[in-house]
């Protein structure tokens, strides 16, 4: 009798930006599973809506959540449910990993971190006992778990070394457009005040070139992927294996028609870096421009200045890149006049994509910290008013402005946004994600009418 796992991605299956791509982190930990036990061992299903009903349907022995901050108020719905049938309930994720204290007893074990070596330890637990008890529990490294009213953390787990022991996630399972992405490496080696990924892997590590090309030779002949984006936090920070990708992408036929995109910071973009990346047919480039002025910045990002910002633009522009950048308005300090300055910023560049974002104080972090202090957020908080999706939140979000209203930043972000929207309606059709605006829209369109029909009285 095979072993029932279900794997839940929790989201928000009606808004358009959580459904786009599929969630490699389970797909990583299925491969973990069968890489210990053997594929015929486990039925696996892996799913992010419908969640009672396919509960029902595929009655799992063990379900595996992944959860983000804003959406944990949904996992532990999922969870109580699930509960009701006495099933095991494992959840996972960047929310739990920086928030120990949000273990709801809906669930049986917290997991800590990097997941691939702790979920392989946890069901050989269960298939010995059958349960998950506390005394057993205790020589996993790396989880969380209650006894009684107490919350009890493990020993850390130290992150897997060598990155290229870690098989590919299990995409067999996910639905592979022909526009996906991939990872080719686990954290980042600078410490942005507001980013919650980098506090989550405690160091920078990186798939070997040679492991990144089968990773994309996969995708092309099996998936038949033509664009692929890179997701890593900075996928130029290890210069020299940046060559030898490039290297291998050289004259590979396999290759000629497939398109990459991925992130960047400005003070590390030159000449050399920008040629790497035409050179290996890098259609687009992502920059955490964060800010025009130069005060907010320096808060933000620290040793990045706007004329950095300018800079890397430009020579990405140069090279015949399409660049894209977000922005970050509403930080604590900030004045209406500077944040009229990333306007003016964003009105005087070019760039074929802009984000604009309100600033949003994830745990872990040092906004974290800071809006602890001012009494905005707490550890047992109604976690969907850290919705980084201002727009449709922005009456509930918390703000963290010590000298502008809700209302007056409400006012700058929907400026921007106009701005942001006029400017990428230009831009995007120099972008290679172009030919996906119809999907989008539909997606988009859908999202729209399904708030509104919540938001209608009853």
């Known amino acids: ?38 594929w015929e061992f486990f039925d696996f299903r892996i799913i992010d809506r419908d969640i009672e009903k396919e509960a029902k349907k595929f009655r799992p022995d063990i379900v595996l959540m992944s959860s983000v901050t804003q959406n944990f108020n949904v996992a532990i719905n999922y969870a109580r449910l699930l509960k009701q049938e006495h099933i095991p309930v494992i959840i996972g994720g960047i929310h739990i990993s920086m928030m120990f204290s949000s273990l709801d007893p809906c669930f049986d074990v917290g997991v800590i971190g990097e997941g691939e070596q702790t979920i392989v330890e946890l069901i050989e637990l269960f298939l010995q006992k059958e349960k998950f008890l506390a005394q057993n529990l205790i020589d996993i490294k790396g989880i969380l778990f209650k006894e009684g009213d107490s919350i009890h953390s493990t020993k850390p787990r130290l992150p897997i070394e060598h990155l290229d022991f870690i098989d590919p996630p299990a995409r067999d399972l996910l639905k592979i457009d022909r526009h996906t992405y991939m990872f080719t490496s686990r954290g980042c080696p600078y410490k942005c005040e507001f980013c919650a990924s980098t506090r989550f892997w405690p160091k920078a590590r990186f798939f070997s070139a040679e492991y990144v090309i089968r990773e994309i030779m996969d995708l092309v002949r099996n998936y038949n992927v033509k664009l692929i984006s890179f997701y890593d936090d900075l996928f130029i920070a290890h210069r020299e294996r940046l060559k030898s990708i ?26 050399e870096v920008a040629a790497l990346l035409k050179e290996m047919k890098v259609a687009s480039v992502n920059l955490g421009l964060e800010s025009g002025c130069e005060r907010t910045l320096h808060y933000l990002k620290g040793n990045v200045t706007v004329e950095q910002n300018l800079n890397a633009i430009k020579i990405i522009r140069k090279h015949k890149i399409a660049c894209q950048g977000s922005f970050i308005i509403g930080s604590p300090s900030e004045t209406r006049e500077e ?15 802009i984000d604009i974002y309100v600033l949003t104080p994830y745990p872990g972090t040092p906004v974290w910290d800071y809006a602890k202090s001012r009494g905005f957020v707490s550890e047992q908080m109604d976690w969907e008013k850290l919705n980084v999706n201002f727009g449709p939140n922005s009456k509930k979000v918390v703000v963290l402005s010590e000298v502008l209203s809700r209302g007056e930043i409400e006012r700058l972000y929907k400026k921007i946004r106009r701005l942001c929207l006029l400017k990428s309606i230009i831009g995007i059709t120099r972008h290679p994600y172009f030919k996906y605006i119809p999907k989008v829209t539909a997606q988009l369109v859908r999202e729209y009418f399904h708030r509104c029909i919540n938001l209608r009285p009853s």
């Open 1 to 38: 009798m095979k072993l029932k796992l279900l794997l839940i991605n929790v989201i928000h299956p009606d808004v358009e930006v959580e459904q786009r791509q599929p969630c490699l982190g389970l797909g990583y930990l299925v491969s973990a599973l069968r890489k210990r036990f053997g």
């Open 246 to 271: 490039v290297s291998l992408t050289r004259n590979n036929r396999e290759l000629k028609n497939i398109r990459f995109t991925c992130n960047a910071r400005a003070n590390i973009v030159d000449d």
């Open 339 to 353: 944040i009229l300055q990333t306007y003016r910023f964003i009105k005087k560049v070019r760039l074929n994509l």
